[in-house]
């Protein structure tokens, strides 16, 4: 049969047009092994029974002698090829199937960041966890205010907490100091955008600040207050966590005087409303001087609040932090033991027993099991 004269498809229909698409590819699959066949017996030798066969132009037919030559067989190809193309075309544009490559993934925006090492900044060092993560640019700071700085980032480490973490120390004595140096909001934000460049020079591209939480033990919760006193600064303060570090003054009749604190109950009142977080802990210890302790000024706190505590029976585990060593002897470092909660919302009061200073110690040494899952679990389910 002449490959040329094939016979037009008198098949109608989707089946019978599907065997005839099929009747095609078929014979384009012989011309196609012909092809290869021809080429073949220019370039090997010996050549072997079937292709010379084919070469010599003996097709093994039914008791006959095919008269083909190979002239013949290879002027036939490209016409009989370009015939089967043609049918093969889709016979209007709405058959036509388009393929569409995907657009090649964007880079990460932490590709090239560098995670190790720390940043001096304002007096204080900023360091990154081994795992954080920023796909597109956008980062979380936790800022924090008084602790030893190695527990502090180990404590953040520990908690799996995706987020930058910048320690800052003031020297002196008494919340006063951190009060001073960040009375002016303006210090403040400014750390804020020496973070964000350093971000960048790390190799964050498109660095910008997401979620902003501030976090402080003892004397730190100074500069905290002040940070809350700042309506602009409080707006974008996402969390707050203070690790046995409220105090507040007495009033006339000795009681604390809890409207100091206005910018903080305002927070606490967000907080209560599952707008923000807020976070303390406190122990038993009575201070020598003018002022109400932590328990005593959380108490007042609450009870503006109209919050009511209940029994806290878990008591947390000890971190394996190696930190831990040198701040405090081996036989100080003890679990603290739990009394007393409160939650409502995104507030969260926890008090433990203790009145030395070991016990106050372990507010910090234990700030990855007493106060930051919690600002874990607010951020893994937020954006």
């Known amino acids: 049969m002449d490959w040329r004269t094939l016979p037009s498809d008198p098949l109608r229909g989707p089946s019978k047009r599907a065997a005839a698409n099929s009747l095609q590819l078929a014979a384009l699959a012989v011309l196609a092994a012909l092809g290869v066949l021809l080429l073949v017996t220019k370039v090997a030798a010996p050549v072997p029974p079937l292709a010379a066969s084919l070469t010599n132009g003996s097709l093994p037919s039914a008791g006959a002698e095919a008269s083909t030559r190979p002239a013949q067989i290879t002027s036939l190809l490209p016409d009989a090829m370009a015939k089967l193309a043609r049918r093969a075309l889709p016979s209007s544009p709405s058959q036509a199937i388009a393929v569409v490559s995907a657009p090649p993934a964007a880079p990460r925006a932490d590709a090239q960041l560098r995670r ?6 304002g007096g204080g060092f900023l360091s990154l966890p081994p795992a954080f993560a920023s796909a597109d640019g956008a980062y979380d700071l936790a800022v924090h205010f008084h602790g030893n700085t190695g527990l502090v980032e180990e ?3 520990a908690s799996g907490l995706n987020a930058a973490v910048l320690v800052l ?7 006063g ?3 001073s140096r960040f009375y002016h909001p303006a210090v403040l934000t400014k750390l804020l955008g020496e973070v964000q460049q350093a971000l960048v020079a790390r190799g964050l591209q498109g660095a910008r600040l997401h979620r ?3 976090s402080a033990w003892s004397a730190g919760y100074g500069a905290v207050l002040r940070a809350l006193a700042d309506p602009t600064l409080a707006e974008q303060v996402n969390a707050v966590l203070l690790l046995d570090g409220l105090h507040c003054g007495y009033d006339d009749h000795r009681a604390p005087a809890v409207e100091r604190l ?3 109950q305002a927070y606490a009142e967000r907080a209560k409303a599952g707008e923000r977080l807020l976070v303390m802990t406190h122990s038993e210890i009575q201070p020598v001087g003018d002022y109400a302790g932590t328990h005593e000024t959380i108490d007042a706190l609450l009870g503006v609040l109209r919050v009511r505590r209940t029994s806290l029976a878990d008591a947390p585990r000890l971190p394996a932090l190696a930190s831990l060593r040198g701040i405090l002897p081996a036989h100080q470092i003890k679990p603290l033991d739990p009394l007393t909660q409160a939650r409502v919302g995104g507030l969260v009061v926890r008090g433990y027993d203790g009145s030395r200073e070991p016990h106050h110690a372990m507010h910090l040494a234990q700030m990855s099991v007493i106060a930051l899952p919690e600002l874990v679990a607010a951020w893994s389910t937020s954006n």
């Open 116 to 121: 190790e090492g720390r940043d001096f900044l």
């Open 155 to 157: 404590s953040y480490v």
């Open 169 to 175: 120390n003031v020297d002196g004595f008494g919340s």
């Open 177 to 179: 100091v951190y009060e």
């Open 212 to 214: 902003l939480a501030l």
């Open 262 to 264: 206005a910018a903080l």
